[in-house]
């Protein structure tokens, strides 16, 4: 979409003196800067009273980006409305599931579904780009600031109490359909009429399920619906500029496929430290390149970073330094994962506010020093790559279905303590990720005859409608791998009643049906595959086949012996069952031997990742060392170096290669 | 009481079709099912509107279920007050001790204390013991839900404020008596008048301890005051049918002794995988078999098992799957510790709702499975078993003293932040249980005579009159067992002052007094016994005996060699003193050797339980596997297998033998 | 201040009936009591009603004690208003962070910056200052209670927000000054109006750093406010009396230097074994003594110990009970370090209230048992010393700077989650501890030249005017310690911008920058020192040498091989800069070879401690065991027992001895 722009930063001039500015920008275009992210936090400096707008500071911003041959993204300061603002209306602060109003003082202390704080965002965002959205300067547009984050599932206040019951009426247009769907014969909690529904806040013991995966979902909704009505305003007053969003990977708030149709193309924010985790020292690679190709996935094209992380970060606390190399290697890893453009978070590191320990390009005393020189080298080796493969992706033979209403679903009722959605699905892509395959992720709606194997953990929430898109599938050759705790529930999270698990359907695609299972509290379990023992945990199904065969049998419990994982063949295709949650060399053993991996795998060393991207005529092979010793990796001969390298495949520590291969189509 | 009631089962239909109904109950008489527990959840669909009544729905079951020859316990839907009544009246909701509501969405979202529920509820139960109260199929009643779950501290709003200063008054008549009995002098705590009374909300820093213990003790009043305002309404509508209630063991909110007076008998709700416990690996067998002796204590009679779990459960989480046996091997232990009728939790796992995977004999599908067949065949084999057997009771020559004051003021201020009054108990228990000698539960107003040995922990309210009494056991002949802790404190939580530890009179019963006492943080003391090394914990008594023996010695800290546990002779008795918390080895060696414990330990293999009913001509022992082996016990001749035994004495894993004894008299 | 006074207790006799009050005087007097500590929680007692005053009691309780020769230090009773003031004005009850209020049933239920609670602090003061400010047996005061303790960071009150918004004007002026000093220009934070300002309560989502120490800063003045509205009635009523305080250690709330200038000297309260910890095993011998030793730098002078630790103490749970002789040896470390006076907390121990189990020198019964034994014998034994080294202080040559900005700001951002400003300062004490060395901790305003060695730790915030100071220091001939995370940022807690850390002064006097440092979560980085292998932790600066040679490197992480700690020559002195936490044993291994530290250490065997107070003409030895065992210490020709020992230098476990040395000036 932007093919000239391949990197750029994330600024604040509004942190730093006028004076500074131009000096800035000078660096930045040395460096080989394409374009900056601005202003989207910065609603008090634009509207610094009520009604009256300084947009003068930004048009110099502009023009100093202009004069240095910088272009700009602009983004909406709605994440951080002004004390003015709370001060008049002290109500759009939020209030939590506690009770407790959150406060002025830090960012997102507001409400999405206040009314008066939505007219007083109509009427900035109408001036700003009415303002600001012909600028031949500006090429796009961000609209708040990573939606879903700190906010989603916060607010409860009696705006939100409305929303909820004005959604739900929509939805059920009766409280008897409500009360059917919602499941309020269970403990006496049906409505007469949608007035009496609150938000679902704090109860004494206990809370329905089906409200509560309405009310995740409403708020979804809500803030689509928030961006959509900015998003309305910036497209009537400045055409031809993109809108684009940061995404945060598999946050669980916002469906990032609704989001992701207002959107020209997706963005992520990639933080490979994972700042806010206790643990900064295991290997998150896996983690890292699965979140880019789900932003990949949401559009199913090639994306932006917006925000990528430049060196140690945090706010009260810090994570660990990069290593040498590092910050150039991830921004090569989202690069070969589909990103088409680099925003760096930040320019210089912050003297002012909680992130004055994120820290940026610059070192807060503004001399350039390690981080600054791995990326301007970066910038200047790989940007002709860049520009050579924009709007190319992989090209993916295994999907791995992602939905919000399941991860919804099981973050309400988890089944076991230490069970997750996302880390389920990590499970299958870490094996993945460890042979090299390329996966999207895709929607339970997508087609899945594209790819040769699917995928499919936790799919906990059914229709027939699905079951039978799975069947079809199989029938039609495909691999489908599902697992445990499959067919429970219909999408209003109602158990199913009609059938054994998992469902008529999918029973007869799998060969079995699973009368009872073990959640395991405190205890793993054995698993036998072929003479091998492995380890399953948190769950085990008991499974009774009917034309399944088991590929491996679990290994201790009194169900010692039963099947534990099985294969089934139906139609031209084989579904595979997964009865327990895998850990590594149990997934490693699984995912390796199906056909469709096989063939896809390619060797490498431990913590060496290779992935690709795939243009009409060439194949770009990234090769990627997260170790901190040189690796060998052998090199195919139709592989052709595309940077200079003394040693084809010989990656020294924290570095890679790329290569090119002639596609013959 | 109901001799011809020996199983039943929680029955929802109001969760099912009413085309199912007939079904559900011609399949329960199948089984041998005798009566269905209903309605106790079901507020909203007896009364859908305000004051409008639907008994309809449930006519028709009752009508179905004597159609199977199904009688019914009828509860009273008072824990889930439906939601147009919450919206009328929203400070029905519960307030907790931070000053937070909970809110309607799950269940006991009310107060009970608030003067307009209670009209509200006063409405209700009329018309519905009206309707129902002379159904010839109602046998029984059961008032609310486990009373005291989730809501006996809970509730500090401005009714509960009133109602506790209303309580307070007639109980001191005085301020100036009130702030006698509070210590109020400390900290300035004094009160002019009743009125500036407050609930014990947090502070800023530290409660008094004298007005939480009050606080604890009105709200059990409280409780118990609910229960009767509905009960005495049944009564009067619903003669000659019973009242009991569903209790959980050793739930420390609500006086279960207070609460049994006004029943006719009491039941026990009883989950032996303690399902809301992070750990659920370890042997639970004595805390089972010790909350059944509890409920059988709480009335000194037998009982019912209100709810018997029958598979896996859990809300968010579940628990283990049992193994093969334990549901028939669970409900045969409540059968040995006195339960006269066991009604299984429930009838079909409920797809609705909170308790989704709290799971019932049928799945969700409905089709029978392995709990159904286990179950199903325990019925079958157990019922003349259960007929013969009704109203007896074991005849426990141990009494061990379980005391609410004690409990209450105990939590309040736990001594050592791993100490528990029931978790002491347990530790003499669990050595009972291991040498199989059954023990009564037994108030400290109770008749110590009736036996043998009398072990009563921690008791740290003391009176003179309870002295005296304990006193006077002992000069009659009686075994006493008293430790560490004991004679701390008035019944007003206040502490003793007239003499060293533990009071005049009980230092002469044990010969000793206890000067000084060490809390035992992050270390464990070493206790030698004849030789032997054993492990005190949590806490350590520096004993200065005056005519005390020791039994045991302290081996560490400054206090080594100094007696930590000991024995006197007083008048025709013995008195033991024990000045640690007993690890399980030290407790086997310290239960074992009193005369009354030797004189009736049966020996068994490790969790192989062993324990008796007795009528008037014959003792019934039950012996009970709680291991995943076949297990051998050596079987007496005069012991006669009740059920036919390919071989007696060789016990299938999760399995029990029956036998019987004749009574010589 | 009062040479006649050494020994006193803290005295409750409200607590207990006025016919014991004469006995336990009495026993005060044989025991050698000299002074009492009365009243500091007994408003309602002597304010039973709104401004009706009964003082009657408190005469009495006087004049019984001049009878036995004992004097009176009065408390007022403001750490907890009466019921019947709080339930006129309920809105002195102070509200947190999230909003909740706190409620009366405890203490410092209060706010302190609430008006009309001082309107009725200031009429009863005046009242009771006036009827008691002359009485001869009165001989000094504390105002409230360890002000700071649980409620300094509290109160979040509308009465605050006003307050702080008042505090706010007067140090900014105007409110672009405010939001220059805040760096409002992030998250678009900035003010209009000092008006839209709130308490920083509960956030969204991050806070700004800037405001939080202006919110400490405030609350410390309005602390001291506090304070000197009383002492000023008191001082004008009672006249030729002190003023001291009962200070806590390193607490982190009020500035104990500035609460010091309104006192005639400072008191500790001491509890060695640290009530409310978690870890009641570990050896606080250090922690102890550096409390003691910050308390004398209060005010560079001598002290009193208003509450030392008499036997075992908690609330709820309680913590060790104290070995033979370690009460004695506490107290003994409490002289040895500065104290003049030692008053015991308390006298008996309360049968009321929520320190029923902090224990005091008798037990509940008043049986005298081992606690009066020892602390009977100790004062007889050690009176006629205390009283000759009344004033006395030690000679430091060693100088840390403990600065309450600094502990603040670090308190906001820590940085990593598990440092802390007094345990990084802890780690150098802890070295010079081990090495009998002594300290005084010193204001960064100090006179530095009074020192050999200064150790300045974490001096995060810096203004140039230190840094000079810091430089001239070492320029004439200091030794000057400095570590990481020193001068980062400006006093308003936004980060330095103009030069690489730790700043241009410091960078030359240090002869080296940091360009990049590495927060160690998870893990700790070896250092290497002259061959020898040690361990730093939490963070680890990346140092660039000019100067600057390195002492050690590090040993691991990529910047093996780098400096680690370093020392530069400037001027006359030395420079020396620490990159990492230090461990213990590189701490001995550090401060060991810094040159001041060699010629002041004196060996002794672990955990016996040997400090010193020095007359004009005699040197005071204290030689304290704090181990189980006895421990054998080289004592050197010159010095002289002080009581009779049979063997010099054999110090009997938990024992001491005392030495005395001519001085030779």
């Known amino acids: 979409m ?28 040395e460096m080989g800067i394409d374009v900056v ?14 009604g009256q707008y300084d947009f003068g500071w930004l048009d110099k911003v502009l023009d100093l980006a202009a004069a240095h041959g910088i272009r700009a993204v602009l983004g909406t300061p709605t994440a951080a409305p002004p004390a003015w603002l709370i001060a008049q209306h002290p109500d759009i602060q939020p209030v939590d599931r506690e009770g407790r109003t959150h406060y002025f003082g830090g960012r997102h202390h507001d409400c999405q579904s206040n009314p008066i704080y939505r007219d007083y965002i109509g009427r900035f965002v109408r001036a700003y780009a009415q303002h600001f959205g012909k600028n031949p300067t500006v090429v796009g ?203 760096y ?33 970066f910038i200047h080796q790989t940007k002709p790559l860049l520009r050579e493969i924009n709007g190319t992706t992989p090209r993916a033979k295994v999907g791995i279905v992602f939905s919000y209403p399941q991860d919804y679903a099981l973050n309400i009722q988890p089944q076991h303590p230490d069970m997750a959605y996302t880390q389920t699905l990590m499970t299958y892509y870490g094996a993945l990720y ?41 029938q039609g050759g495909g691999q489908l791998v599902l697992t445990m705790r499959t067919g429970v529930k219909h999408p209003n999270n109602l158990c199913m009643t009609d059938a054994a698990l998992p469902g008529k359907t999918l029973s007869q695609v ?37 034309t399944a065969t088991p590929l491996a049998t679990y290994g201790s419990e009194f169900y010692d012996g039963t099947p534990a994982i099985t294969q089934n063949r139906f139609g031209a295709g084989t579904a595979y069952y997964v009865g327990t949650e895998l850990t590594d060399a149990l997934a490693d053993q699984f995912v390796g031997q199906l056909p469709a991996v096989a063939a896809e795998t390619i060797t490498a060393p431990p913590r060496v990742e290779i992935t690709h991207r795939d243009s009409a005529t060439k194949r770009y092979y990234f090769v990627l060392n997260h170790t901190g010793e040189t690796q060998t990796v052998p090199i195919p001969a139709a592989w052709t170096p ?14 890679y290669q790329v290569f090119t291969e002639a596609i013959h189509s």
């Open 2 to 29: 932007q093919p000239k722009i391949q990197f750029g930063v994330d600024y604040y001039p509004e942190h730093w003196p006028e004076e500074r500015w131009d000096q800035d920008f000078a660096m930045m275009a």
């Open 141 to 343: 547009w961000q609209v708040d600031n990573e939606l879903g984050n700190s906010h989603g599932d916060l607010c409860y206040c009696r705006y939100c109490q409305r929303h909820f019951q004005k959604w739900l009426r929509a939805k059920y247009d009766t409280i008897e359909n409500l009360n059917e769907n919602w499941g309020t014969a269970f403990w006496s909690q049906g409505y007469q009429d949608f007035s009496q529904i609150q938000a679902p806040k704090m109860t004494a013991s206990g809370d329905n399920p089906s409200a509560l995966l309405d009310w995740q979902q409403c708020h979804s909704d809500l803030i689509n619906d928030f961006h959509a009505f900015q998003a309305q305003i910036i497209r009537q007053y400045s055409p031809g500029r993109f809108i684009t969003h940061n995404m945060m990977g598999f946050s669980p708030v916002v469906c990032y496929y609704d989001l992701g149709e207002q959107l020209d193309f997706a963005s992520q924010d990639q933080y490979p430290t994972g700042h806010f985790l206790a643990d900064q020292t295991s290997f998150r690679g896996a983690q890292c390149a699965a979140e880019l190709d789900f932003i990949r996935s949401v559009k199913q094209q090639s994306f932006w970073v917006m925000e990528q992380q430049t060196t140690i970060t945090g706010w009260e606390y810090m994570g660990r330094l990069p290593k040498p190399g590092q910050i150039p290697l991830w921004s090569m890893q989202s690069v070969a994962h589909g990103a088409d453009a680099i925003v």
């Open 510 to 546: 799998l060969g079995l049906t699973v009368p009872e299972y073990d959640c395991l509290r405190d205890v793993d379990v054995v698993v036998d595959w072929a003479g091998q023992s492995f380890t399953g945990t948190h769950w085990a199904d008991l499974i009774a086949p009917t």
């Open 37 to 50: 992210r601005l202003a989207e936090f910065s609603w008090f400096k634009l509207e610094p009273a009520d």
């Open 434 to 474: 460890r042979r090299n395959v390329a996966v999207d992720f895709i929607r339970d709606t997508a087609d899945f005859s594209q790819y040769d194997l699917v995928i499919a953990p936790l799919q906990y929430l059914m229709t027939s409608a699905l079951a039978d898109r799975y069947a079809a599938y199989v």
């Open 642 to 655: 595309y940077f200079s390298e003394a040693q084809p495949g010989q990656i020294a520590p924290y570095h």
């Open 345 to 377: 978070f930040r320019w210089r590191s912050s003297a002012l506010g909680t992130e004055q320990f994120w820290h940026g390009i610059l070192p807060h005393s503004g001399i350039p020093g390690r981080a600054y020189r791995e990326i301007r080298a």
